[in-house]
């Protein structure tokens, strides 16, 4: 059974930072492209980073670019969202997300508000 775990989130100031992870357990995990998302209130679920199966590509947003860095470790079946320079405006629940044979399969989500 394909799980995926997220943690780190919570409540950090404007400018500050947070790391995210998404423990991944069930299928190969250094075998799939990991995608990090995020749903602000009211908005639409949105791609905010992805990064390949052995990390020698990642996407990102143009509104994170230059601020948030997904890594991986596939040793500890485990992806990082590293997030600097926080903005209010990324205030959202965060999802880790992965495809296996054209399922989607997403974890629980993590909250993640900007606030003073």
């Known amino acids: 059974q394909v799980q995926l775990v997220e943690s780190g989130g919570g409540l950090v100031q404007p400018g500050g930072s947070l790391r995210l992870s998404c423990v991944v357990s069930?299928?190969?995990?250094?075998?799939?492209?990991m995608y990090w998302y995020r749903q602000a209130p009211g908005k639409e679920r949105e791609l905010v980073a992805g990064i390949t199966s052995r990390s020698d590509s990642t996407n990102y947003a143009d509104s994170v670019k230059g601020r948030f860095t997904i890594s991986r470790d596939n040793a500890k079946n485990t992806v990082y969202l590293e997030m600097n320079t926080l903005k209010p405006e990324d205030t959202a629940v965060y999802y880790c997300k992965t495809k296996k044979r054209g399922v989607a399969y997403w974890g629980q989500g993590t909250q993640v508000t900007v606030s003073s």
């Open positions: 069930g299928f190969t995990f250094s075998a799939y492209s």
